[in-house]
Structure formats: structure tokens, C-alpha cells
């Protein structure tokens, strides 16, 4: 087995913000409600004739003040004239400093403790999450007693210390507990919506696909805050397998290494093509494996035998594993681990499967863009290669036989040499002529859009100009209703029969004839030329033509609308070419879907 590996560090500068997350907009919320918590608990006091506790003239300075603050603090926010990197650790803190100043002067009456409280833990809830506001609520819970403990003894009876003071904090931490856990659910659904957002923005044409899914990933290993994640991807056209292999260490160093392997370095012997894996005990005796088949949406516990082929078996804790599928068909897995003592969810297990399908459909749907693309683009080479054929190459090769003439005259009979140049010279310029306008053609934009009737009103006018044909168009009172496409392919094939008509036939007189029927569209172009020239027993005794005699650009296009071509030449009484294309459907569009008939 062949390997190639490749690796590189790269520091990273940890996760960005997701678009849902959008800082200015927090803090201008909280900012906001701080404005409202401040006047409320101004109000409070004043209407409450118990309030404040002690030392009237200072409580009031102190509550007016954290108006004053919190009205500032939220014309700078808004204004947007704050650097926002730290504003939340600051303003926390700035927030504890200010609640344990005011609650001395507050315990008489209606005490506004619930208020200032909650507003603190519900801000850092918002911001951080479940684990920074138990945190700050453990402080909180702290000071408030702290601040009455060291109140009563400094200042004196006014303010005293009672039982009320130490069960506070602990209706604080229940309090914190339910709120802390309801803003990290609400901040990991804006994440993965966030998550979400961002994928389409890796899904672009030119862009190396190794960087985007190496980009990817890192940005995965830190919403699931593991340690390690693999991506296995199959290659359709070579059967070879991709390995990217993502580690994380500590101070956000990240290590990507690629492996290209000619067998899955990763089987899954024990799991369904369609299932997703969730392992917290990967140990090879214990290890079972919860399996979630993405299709059917059954779940079972299997044990991981044989052992899972882990790059670290020794350091890996748990993971979870979604299958890479495009249209059914398994191209692969990624895989995220944990290394330190942290169980996955089925919440993580399902992210990460909606994770990956949308990754994949992206990626699928660059590839077929890609592809698409190439397909135009040789299709639009054939079509050139179709042009060149009946154009140019024919001018040339009629130069070349003139040329051999010249040769054969300049021994044979010099005095037909200057009339043989003469035509010669008028053969190149007719072909100079032809090429220079085929060269104007190809700078316009093409006309797609225009009507069948009127191209080949234009094609008829044209070939009376440039080539003396005089070209009748017969055709049915309505226009029939053909795609853009197949308009386009139709003026090309009897721009292309007139041309044979002229070059190979001496044609000058031509009529093409359009004639609708519900089931087909019938095209045919006849002339009065001398026919096409074949004394190779390729004509019929009805004279139509084999079709593998027939004009190769012609026949190109004519199956390419997935219709029939039939032509029919008699020596001295002209051609005649009949193209037929059918329906989509009764009552359906002319070439509206040509693989039904291809």
C-alpha cells in the first residue's frame, strides 16, 4: 500500500464570532436593560419610605450615580465609539462593583436585591454561557455577605448583618443554575445556526478544496471543543483515499496532515454505510458504540469489534462519527475525538451528521458546476471544431488543390498557370472574407435568445449577400414553441446544409421548409446543386444516404436535440435534408428535454 503523507503547523487564532453573535448587538441589549435596572431601582428607593437603609445623602449619590453610568455607558455602546474585545469582561465587573456598592443602602423595605442580581447573571448567560455565569455567580454569592459582614463592623448598627444574607446566595446559585442553563442552550443554537451560515461561504469555484475543508474542520473541533477530528474521503475516479487529519493542542497550535492511501485507513466493519457512531468508551474490551442510521432513523448499541483503527487509541476518550454521503452512496467519514474526559451527546452526534450533509451537498454541487462547465466548454469546442469543418478547412483544402494544379500546369501547360492563380488568389480571399466573419461572430454574444423565425430570416438574408443564394423560407403561420437552445441548433443546421449547398453543390436557388405537428417539428433544407458526389455504393436505390455518410456537423447536432437525420441526393437534382426533433410531451416544448430521446 502506497502512502503519502504530508504535514504542516499552523496557529490559529481561534474561533470568530458567528455571524448570529454579533457582539455590538449584545451589548447594546444589555446596555439598554442596565439603563432600565438602573432606574427602576432608583425608583424603587424613592417610593419606598423605608428606603434607603442608612445615610440618605450618600445612598443618593450612589444610585444616581449608576444612572449616570449605566445612561453613559449606553450612548457610547450604541454609538459604537467603544472597542467591543473586552467591554463585557469589563462592564461585568464593573456591574458586581456597582450592585455590591448599592446593596448596603438598600435592605430596608422593598429590597431591589432580586433585580440588581439577576440582571448580572442574565447578561453573562447571554454572553458566555453556562460555565462563566455559575462563576460570576459565585462571586456574587460571595460578596453579599462579605459586603454586610465588613458593613456591620465598620459602620455600626445601621447596617447588620442577618441569617437573610447567607441564604440569598443560595437562591442565587438555583437561580443562576436555570438561567446559565437556558443561555448556553440558546447560545449553542445560535452557534450551530451561525455554523450553518458560514458553510456556503466555503463553497466556491476556484477555491483549493484541502484549505476549505481543512478550514472546516478546525472550525468543527472548536464548537465541539475536541481534540482531534479525521476526514476520510473517497475518490470516485481513482478509488484512492483521502485523509485529513486535524489536532489541536493547547494555545489554539493546530496540526494538519494529509494522507493518501490506496485502502480505507478506517474501517467500520461492525456499522452500516448509513450510520453515524456516538462511542464515550472506546476501550477495545468495553467499547460499544451508539449507531444512528441517517436514513431510517434507527438506533442501536453495537460493540466496536473488531477495535476501532484510531491514529492514538491510547489517548482517545470518545467520538462521533458521521458518514460523508452523496446521493446515498458512501464516500467517506469524519470522525471527532476528544481526548480529555468529556462525553459526547446525541445533540453532537446529530450537528455533526447535519453538519456534514450540508458540507457534502456543497461540495457535490461545486463539483458539478465544475463539470458542467468542462462540459459546455467542449461542447462549445465542438461546435467550433463543427464550424471550422464546413468553413475554413474546406477553403483551405480547396487552396491546396489548387496549388497541386499550379504545379502540374507549370510542366505540363504554363500558359493556364496565370488563370489557375487568378482563381486561386480569388479562392484565398473568399476564404479570408469567411474567416474574418466567423471571427465577428465569435466576439458577438451569442444569440440564444433570438426567435427560429427571425434567424433564419437573417441566415437567408446573409447567404443572399455574401454567396448570391437566393434562400426561400417556408414556414407555418404561428411559431412554434422551442426552447432557446434548440432555436439556436436548428438555424445552425440549415445555415450549415446551405453552406454544402454552396460549396460542395453550386447551388443557387434553396428553399427551407418548417412544418409543426404535435408530436414532432420536421426541418428540411432541398437545393438545386449537383448533390452530394459518392461512388462508394453509399446511397440507396431511394437515394437517401447512409447514415454514417451523412454530414458529420449536421449529424452532431441533430443528436444532440435527440432527433433523426435523413438525407436524400440524386446526381444533378440537388439535396435534400430532413431533420426531425419530437416533442417533449403531447402539447410540450421542441427540445425541451433531449435525453428522452438521445
Known amino acids: 500500500m502506497r502512502s503519502v503523507s504530508r504535514s504542516f503547523a ?19 441589549i444589555i446596555a439598554f436593560c442596565r439603563v432600565l435596572l438602573a432606574s427602576a431601582t432608583l425608583a424603587v428607593v424613592i417610593v419606598d419610605p423605608k428606603q434607603p437603609s442608612f445615610r440618605a445623602d450618600l445612598a443618593y449619590v450612589v444610585l444616581n450615580g449608576y444612572v449616570a453610568y449605566s445612561i453613559v455607558l449606553f450612548l457610547l455602546v ?46 453573562v448567560s447571554v454572553r458566555w454561557g453556562f460555565r462563566a455565569t455559575m462563576l460570576v455567580t459565585i462571586v456574587l454569592a460571595l460578596l453579599y455577605p462579605s459586603v454586610f459582614f465588613v458593613a456591620s463592623h465598620t459602620i455600626g448598627s445601621d447596617v447588620g448583618f442577618r441569617r437573610v444574607h447567607l441564604f440569598r446566595p443560595a437562591y442565587l446559585l438555583t437561580l443562576a443554575y436555570l438561567i446559565g442553563y437556558l443561555g448556553e442552550h440558546e447560545r449553542r ?41 479525521l476526514l476520510v474521503l473517497r475518490d470516485p475516479e481513482s478509488g484512492r483515499f483521502f485523509t485529513w487529519d486535524v489536532v489541536r493542542r493547547r494555545g489554539k497550535r493546530v496540526r494538519i496532515a494529509l ?10 466493519p461492525f456499522a452500516a454505510e448509513t450510520e453515524g457512531l456516538l462511542a464515550n468508551d472506546v476501550r477495545p474490551a468495553t467499547g460499544t458504540a451508539l449507531c444512528y442510521d441517517v436514513l431510517s432513523g434507527a438506533i442501536k448499541r453495537k460493540a466496536l469489534i473488531p477495535p476501532l483503527a484510531l491514529p492514538d487509541p491510547r489517548a482517545a476518550q470518545a467520538l462521533i462519527i ?59 469546442r465542438g461546435r467550433i471544431a463543427r ?35 487568378e482563381e486561386l488568389h480569388q479562392a484565398v480571399d473568399s476564404g479570408y472574407r469567411e474567416v474574418r466573419h466567423y471571427l465577428s461572430v465569435l466576439r458577438e454574444p451569442r444569440r440564444h435568445e433570438e426567435r427560429l423565425w427571425a434567424a433564419l430570416d437573417r441566415v437567408a438574408a446573409e447567404f443572399q449577400s455574401r454567396q448570391g443564394l437566393r434562400v426561400r423560407v417556408q414556414r407555418p403561420g404561428s411559431e412554434p414553441d422551442l426552447t432557446p437552445a434548440t432555436a439556436h441548433d436548428l438555424t445552425q443546421i440549415a445555415r450549415e446544409a446551405l453552406v454544402n449547398a454552396v460549396r460542395h453543390g453550386r447551388a443557387s436557388q434553396a428553399v427551407v421548409t418548417i412544418t409543426c405537428r404535435p408530436t414532432h417539428l420536421l426541418l428540411v433544407v432541398r437545393d438545386n446543386g449537383t448533390g452530394f458526389t459518392n461512388g462508394h455504393g453509399r446511397v440507396d436505390g431511394n437515394g ?16 444532440a436535440l435527440g432527433g433523426a437525420l435523413r438525407v436524400r441526393s440524386r446526381p444533378g437534382r440537388g439535396a435534400e435534408i430532413m431533420v426531425t426533433i419530437p416533442a417533449a410531451g403531447p402539447g410540450g416544448r421542441y427540445g425541451s428535454d433531449r435525453r428522452m430521446y438521445a
Open 544 to 559: 437517401f444516404l447512409v447514415p454514417a455518410a451523412a454530414p458529420w456537423s449536421i449529424r452532431e447536432r441533430t443528436a
Open 259 to 268: 494522507r493518501i492511501t490506496d485502502t480505507d485507513p478506517f474501517p467500520l
Open 387 to 421: 464550424d471550422l469543418h464546413d468553413g475554413f478547412i474546406q477553403s483551405l483544402a480547396g487552396i491546396d488543390l489548387r496549388v497541386e494544379a499550379c504545379k502540374l500546369l507549370m510542366r505540363r501547360d504554363p500558359t493556364r498557370v496565370p488563370r489557375e492563380l
Open 78 to 123: 450604541r454609538a459604537e465609539l467603544l472597542r467591543q474585545e473586552r467591554l463585557g469582561w469589563y462592564s461585568c465587573a464593573i456591574d458586581v462593583a456597582w450592585i455590591s456598592l448599592i446593596s448596603p443602602f438598600t435592605e430596608g423595605g422593598t429590597s431591589p436585591f432580586f433585580l440588581l442580581h439577576v440582571f448580572v447573571i442574565s447578561s
Open 322 to 380: 458521521a458518514p460523508v454521503l452523496i446521493q446515498r452512496e458512501l464516500r467517506g467519514h469524519a470522525i471527532v475525538i476528544r481526548e480529555a474526559r468529556r462525553k459526547f451527546t446525541r445533540d453532537d452526534l446529530e450537528f455533526l451528521l447535519l453538519l456534514v450533509a450540508q458540507a457534502a451537498a456543497g461540495f457535490e454541487n461545486v463539483r458539478l458546476q465544475e463539470k458542467t462547465e468542462e462540459y459546455a466548454v467542449a461542447e462549445e
Open 10 to 28: 499552523l496557529i490559529s487564532r481561534g474561533p470568530q464570532p458567528a455571524p448570529l453573535e454579533a457582539f455590538s448587538r449584545t451589548e447594546k
Open 189 to 229: 443554537s445560535k452557534r450551530k445556526l451561525g455554523f450553518m451560515l458560514e458553510l456556503p461561504a466555503a463553497f466556491r469555484r476556484g477555491r483549493p478544496p484541502g484549505s476549505a475543508l481543512a478550514r472546516l474542520m478546525r472550525r468543527a473541533l472548536d464548537y465541539f471543543q475536541a481534540e482531534r477530528g
